[in-house]
């Protein structure tokens, strides 16, 4: 097996020209909008950025309806979508739209009504570093899963799972290359939910789990 080379990245924030002010032009603009950088954005900047992560409503529409809007009904339906179970972003997005046209479809709802602040849809674009960290082995995860840059947990853990052909993240497909041995662990950190959860608190989430299998690591390593 190739050596396990980690990368750190941040993402770059884009405006991209679009604005809504009430909730009928949210929905127009959702609607058009195709490029899936566009609900990323919207759904896991906070976790690089956790200064302005709202606790309570973690994605950006949620927080939005509940702030701006005032409508904590719509914003509740919202925050509870976790954009780790959608195959796709154009899935997430769709899901959002059927929330949004069955809180339109509610009797005494009025969609025109501005809201105090405009939701601008900005878009995101992942940039890498290189962090010279190399790992040869599986027992080298013991060493470095806890001390690893957020970014990289970000990347090898969230990121891959939009750009492996299984959907998995880097960890478990990195694993699965080397022999059955390790498909405990393997399969162990692919079911880790890293939405709802801060990259502390996944980072320490993947950690636990390596040393929970350290004797077999280290046997077999």
Known sequence: MDPFTVADCALIVMATGEK????????????????????????????????????EYQNDFA???????????????????????????????????????????????????????????????????????????????????????LGSVFYHFIDARRRTKTGRNDFTEWLWGWDDNYGVLAEEIAVIDPYFKSLYELRAQLAEAVHRHEKGILADG
């Open 20 to 55: 809504a002010r009430n909730l009928r032009e949210l929905l127009d603009r959702i609607r058009r909008m195709d490029d899936p950088g566009v609900m990323y954005f919207h759904f896991w900047d906070g976790l690089l950025h956790p200064d302005f992560v709202d606790p």
């Open 63 to 149: 927080s939005w309806v509940y702030h701006d809007l005032h409508d904590r009904r719509l914003a509740e339906r919202l925050s509870v979508l976790n954009p780790s179970t959608f195959n796709t972003m154009d899935q997430l997005r769709e899901r959002v739209i059927e929330i949004i046209e069955d809180r339109m479809d509610e009797a005494g709802f009025d969609p025109r009504m501005d809201a105090d602040n405009p939701f601008f849809f900005m878009r995101s674009q992942i940039l890498l570093f290189d962090t010279q960290i190399r790992m040869e082995r599986p027992a080298d995860l013991l060493t470095w899963m806890h001390q690893l840059p």
